[in-house]
């Protein structure tokens, strides 16, 4: 004999407390539906690995770091007027049209309107026998070269271990460290040097820590207000005025 309509749904239906477990359960597996898809999107984070820029100016071509920042380079070869930056945005490379700017020291910036690259500042003590990594830039490509810290009494400033492949002025080091590069300074010419008995060896000079803290410390009138750039691809841009060094 069938069991009454009240008896059958008294057994289908869960007490309160598993109810109420049941519930919990579900609420928690929710999230899961969301990284499940972002998970098998095939959705990747930004290239990150190639923060170095080329920099044409009015009076030739140079390299430079994209950093937090911005894009800094030497002014070897122009110290204001127009640039067109080449640089990364993940595996593409792009051509920006910018602005040079001082910036502070030895250092230059070149504005640009485009977001790019911006490996964050090592701030730690570089000690002789460290480890780190410059960008050399050629074409559409950018090979990692390994650089030793070193010293020596004849070369002021910070030095590094020539290594087996040049690197030009301006080319970026970086230390490498929790999976991201940490700018640490850009190249700033090679030379050779004779040691007694040992004969001649090259060492590489980099405008390094020391160096960007000059910089940093030139005054920056943060509160300036921005201005509105117009480009000729009908789009508009905020901006802030170029850095005054040496103003009042």
Known sequence: MDAPLETCATRVAPPPARAARCLATWLALLPLGACAGWFFSGVQYPDRSRPV????TSGGVEFGAATELGVLFLG???VEGPCRVHLFLGEQLLVEDGRIDPFGGVYFRASIDRKHQHAA???E????GEELVALVMNEGSAAQVSVRMTQDP?????VLDAPDLPLPAGTPIFKSARERLHFVGLVTGAVELEEQGLGRRGVVVFAGPDR???ALAVPENL???LRIKYRPDNLWVEEPPPREIGKD
């Open 223 to 225: 509160a300036a207000p």
């Open 76 to 78: 070897r070869t122009a």
């Open 154 to 158: 004849a070369a002021s400033g910070d």
């Open 125 to 128: 003590p570089l000690v002789p």
């Open 121 to 123: 500042l090592w701030t």
């Open 53 to 56: 820029v080329r920099i044409e």
């Open 212 to 214: 960007r803290a000059e």
